[in-house]
């Protein structure tokens, strides 16, 4: 479900992609140092773009420490982490939790089970410290699967609690913000949802999992209703985002924003096409 909010790393320069590099390097030690190493596989972009966010919008202490990293032992890398970093790795953690619960109980993955196991004494320290958050992400995660077991396929509504999801975790603060950072969350969660439902929707049905597309993927002008709907969604979001006194790696956000949201869209719509003329040879 995670990992569509991408940089382009050809309209970056050198320094600003150093710096995006060096927060997604902090994040994943702070998942090793928190929750240990079963945790750093959990990490994904969409919570660097918050990490990133957040970082840039309330400007808190940032250390920057220079550190060898087992899979690039000869190569000096730096990190930079801050109080930010910790919410997010927990918060990053307990979706992936979250994610492993719903994948066993829809498909019954062993690895899913098994890994929801290893990490649940971690699970239950981030509910600990978190336990109003965590009791909403869940809930909204229960409320989204109900709604998909009833076979029902009103495409905003599915998508909405996503964006519910996502805007939960864009709440880092009880402030001045909360309300464009909880628009944000929201449009790009529901963007997210509706990036990996079009990606996945041929193995869905074939699979006889829930997908919203499911009744209209075959449609001819399907792939442009996507990439319309997918432009609301992320016009929305940057809107709000245009509203917020960030000036602090500004660029590195509207990159994301802007430009590498959209990566995996034409990645995704590409292969579609090409799949769909073998098809018709």
Known sequence: MFGYVLINKEELK?????VYRSYYCGMCQVLKKRSGNLAQITLN?????????????YEPETKLEVFRCKLHPFKKTIKRTNQITDYIADINLFLAYLKCVDDWKDEKKVSRKLYSFLIGRKINK????????????????NASREY???????????????????AEIFLYREDEWREALYKMGFFLGKYIYLIDAYEDVEKDVKKGNYNPFTEIYKNENFDDFVQKILTMMISECAREFENLPIIEDVDILRNILYSGVWSKYKAVRNKREKLEEEEND
């Open 126 to 141: 981030i509910r600990r410290l978190y336990p109003e958050k965590t009791d909403k992400l869940e809930n909204i995660l």
């Open 148 to 166: 998909e077991a009833k076979k029902e396929y009103d495409i905003d509504k599915i998508a909405a609690y996503s964006g519910e999801l996502m």
């Open 14 to 18: 050198f320094k600003e992609y150093d």
């Open 45 to 57: 972009y969409d919570m660097i773009f918050l990490q990133l966010l957040l970082t840039s919008l």
